[in-house]
């Protein structure tokens, strides 16, 4: 215990934490323990798709559509496969006679969900090249195989395709209109599923409401956009009939289950591996076309196929995200005391939506945030157009309804003249009414219970990290007597994390007595390595480098889930705790034989097994690892059989329930509408962090993408649903010079539902800005009774108010 | 391949050759050519900074050159700043700053930062949040790396060389 005891005091380092509720474990969790990732990435030793090469192989790339909407006709790969250099040549023709589309469900939804929110869902499946129509710029219609990815796009330019343009629906409402074109003609209508659910009395509630406010609000399209494209290797090995694939996706054990069920392979017989990947953000989080194709190319040609994304094609084709449309009604009394809520939203989920319904119950869900409101009815159509598929992107869905919900709240409050903040308070949910139960079902089918959390504090300690709301509001007024506009903006969030429905691990002891765990996470940057070697090394209690951890590989989990949807350090550690547990009983019982001693008497300490009080009593993992071995021997006691090993799922009871409170003081500037960020502050809180310097980097780059949301991305089509920001020059994503300070605190509330008291968190910072920002920026033009209700928030439209009031 | 080059490069001290088409990129020749894949390729358009090495003592955008115009170049990439396994100030400042998560930007970050603190007089907040954001990073929100720079610019400069306007950042370009 001596290494432990060195070890454990707390490296937080300049991570500003809470100050009263910290389970002191005294071991590796809650301990800001360097990154075992770092150094060969450091290095310039790490491992990306684009970076394996292997003997013999061949590349691949796509000809992609020019138009968003058109019919089909001859695909003619003819010249392009008789290039030199070129081995393989295909068009949707060929595919789609050879493989079968992907199942539009990749996220299966359970019963007791659809039993309990109303849903009439038809998902399309995706055709992996389709040989009828094109439905968004972007898609492909044909592939070429050749000796280098130069020759490759050299030979795609012979591929003329004959196509005849169609009526493109550029966004969702023109696919809503009555004889609108069908973008999938089979399934008879453009709305791919509609949702209703409804708490209290609902709509009805509003009756009774002595103020309504109507609005509508407008989150626009934009992505996840990481630094590296996506990308896919495949080997196909002849003699065992096996392929291994490369894939920079979040998802390893879906990637397998698509690629064996489209090549009628036993899933056993293929091998994903998502080696270092380049972020990810839930744009890498389902199975795309290109993922079955190459490994089925791997297959077809027998030699090794690479195929790896440019950014004009990443930015055509992988996944787009937000871009909805909410109409909110509110009713409300003298007090700003929120007494009914309704919504009508339509997410714009482009030609496919490859993870279903699942953005737009993360919606539902949400919208009622952190407050008590006793009567809430909302709909929802997802409707299918001539964009790029939309799917999850940090926040999926919760950024959209979060803005919808805490512009309503800022528009109660100037109604009634009332504070933003005091209008939050009023209808707050206290900390006494924990765990307090929400009257809607989440996505895994449970009835919503928020679990732990003090909301009321989050808010204050925001506030009061700016100053205070009184100096904030006299710092104001002063400015404005200079002719200078500052404004507060607030958002408060909760957010439903570590879903499943399971995640796997494997924990073993190595003949050498080192600890082996191996999860079904699939990490982008996080420091799932790190992390689980914390939980693992205080299981065991060894010190951390005993601890070797696999992840993001099929090969070492035989059924696993991913990282998406903030979920890994909940559903993770505890498919390890449950493994652990499993071998630990195991281990004491061999241990107990060995020390001839009763198992009650055993306590884990200094890399192995020893009697309670007596130092010198002691076996160590080495030990009883070769005393569990199978043959001759062995030293297991009669009915314990050999090996330590285990393989265990944990499929969580329902979601944790993290939450945050945004505020941040911004100066308009009234001739170039500039918006200057003084300071930007968020309280989060994720339960007990694991650790907390990687915990607080997981906040902060998740606040710049929602600034960089709020502000500068945007994924902009004209109306004939031609893409216009197809390069980085024209999406622009922050750089270091437009982070404003930030100051993140993080409060730590355990959750009661699992082990550790961990709730998720690698979403939540990206939820909030967008509404932050233009709750500021209308605070700051309050004098003008100005609105802003729509992303992303322009310096022009800002502009424009001081123009109009001149 | 027809009408391919032979190209020499200094790369990290070692003198290397390889084939080039005319047409092929620098980052290309160094990663697929040469097998140094240490340096990344973000958007082959400039804008990133991803594939940033310093060529000849200056920071220059690998994908924005071809391979035959580095002919007989001196080439520093991420892959020689360790020495004999150990790494360099600025990567050890990275680890410790949490100034990477993924990884994926890392190669650019640390060649501009290099070249930024190397290269310019100029070391306040302001100049170090300008002169980064020649690479962009989506994973840290920039603030370890904003911090682990400046923390070198101090060790190579002394304080005096990163003394300014504290209050730098806050500025958006919408």
Redesign the interface.
Known sequence: MAILASLATRQAGDVTMDDGVRRESGGYIGQSV??R??????????N?V??I?LPGMVHAAFARSPLPHAKIGIVDVTAARAMD?VCFAASGDDVMAALPPINGMQVVTPQGWRDRVDTDILIPDQPLIPNDKLRYVGEAFALVVA??R?IAEDALELIEPDLEPLQPLPDAESALVDGAPLVHEHLGRNVAAFLHAKKGAGAEGLEVAPHRLKRRFVHHRYAA?????RGVVADYDTRTDTLTIWSSTQVVHWVRREVATALGMPEERVRCIAP????G?GGKGHVYPEDILVAWLAREIGRPVKW?E???EHILNAAHSRDNIYDVEIGFDDDGKILALTSSFLVDSGAYTPVGAGIAGNSIAHMLGPYHIENYETDCKVVLTNRTPNAPYRGAGRPEVGFAMERSVDLVANYLGLDPAEVRFRNMIPPEDMPYEVGLTYRDGVAMVYDSGDYPKALRRALAELGGLETIRQRQKDALAEGRYLGLGLGCYVEGTGVGPFEGATVKIDPTGKIMVATGACP????HETIFAQFAADMWQVPIDDVFVTVADTGHVSQGYGTIASRSTVTASGAIKLATDAVHEKVFAIAANLLETAETDLELRDAGVGVKGVPDMHVSYRDIATAAKPGWGHQRPDGVVAGLESTSYYEPPTVTWSYAANATLVEVDPETG??????YVEVHDAGVLVNP??A??QV??????G?GGA??EELAYDDHGQLLTG???DY???????????AVIHQETPSPLNAFGVKGLGEGGAIAPPVVIANAVCDALRPFKAELNST????ADVAAFFDQNA | MTDTRSITVTVNGERLTGEAEPRMLLVDFLRDELRRTGTHVGCEHGVCGTCTVIIDGDAARSCLMFAVQADGAEISTIEGLATNGEMHPLQKLFSEHHALQCGFCTPGVLMTAMDLVHNSNDHSPDAIRIGMSAALCRCTGYVGIIDAVTEYARQVHGDSGVAGDETGGGRNDG
């Open positions: 360097p990154r990732e770092d150094k060969n990435l450091l290095l310039g030793q790490g990306f684009a970076d090469q250099g000796d280098s130069y956009m990481p630094m590296e494209c270092d990947v380049g972020g953000f790896v440019d950014r004009h982008q940057g996080q420091g500039q918006i200057a960020i003084e300071k310097k990687l607080d980097g902060k780059g998740g606040l710049v993408q600034l502000l500068l390069s980085l020059m622009l994503l922050p750089s270091a010079s437009d982070v404003p300070p930030l992303p928030v322009r310096w």
